[in-house]
């Protein structure tokens, strides 16, 4: 099952980027926070220490997902083509 949806390009999420080395997804509103760091540990080949989600008023579930210091959410962010 694929818990991702897309990523999320907003001020707010350029700032954590930049900051905290954190990219925020837009998920699946079923799946747990373990299936998200499998999800984009294998899909991306990165390494994933946190991850925060919350449902948003609208009923979408956000997640924030802080990467490791060798995986910087910058490049990543660049492979998806948000910057």
């Known amino acids: 099952m694929n818990a991702i949806k897309y990523p999320l390009s907003t ?3 350029i700032r954590l980027m930049e900051s905290e080395n954190k990219l925020v997804f837009i998920v ?3 799946t747990t926070k373990k ?3 499998e999800d984009i540990e294998k899909t991306f080949k990165v390494k994933v220490v946190k991850i925060n ?3 948003t008023p609208e009923g979408k579930k ?3 997902i802080k990467f490791s210091d060798e995986t ?3 490049d990543l962010a660049t492979k998806l083509g948000l910057m």
């Open 72 to 74: 910087p959410a910058i």
């Open 62 to 64: 956000k997640a924030y």
């Open 11 to 13: 001020e707010k999420s």
């Open 53 to 55: 989600t919350h449902i």
């Open 28 to 30: 699946e509103r079923k």
């Open 35 to 37: 299936d998200i760091k």
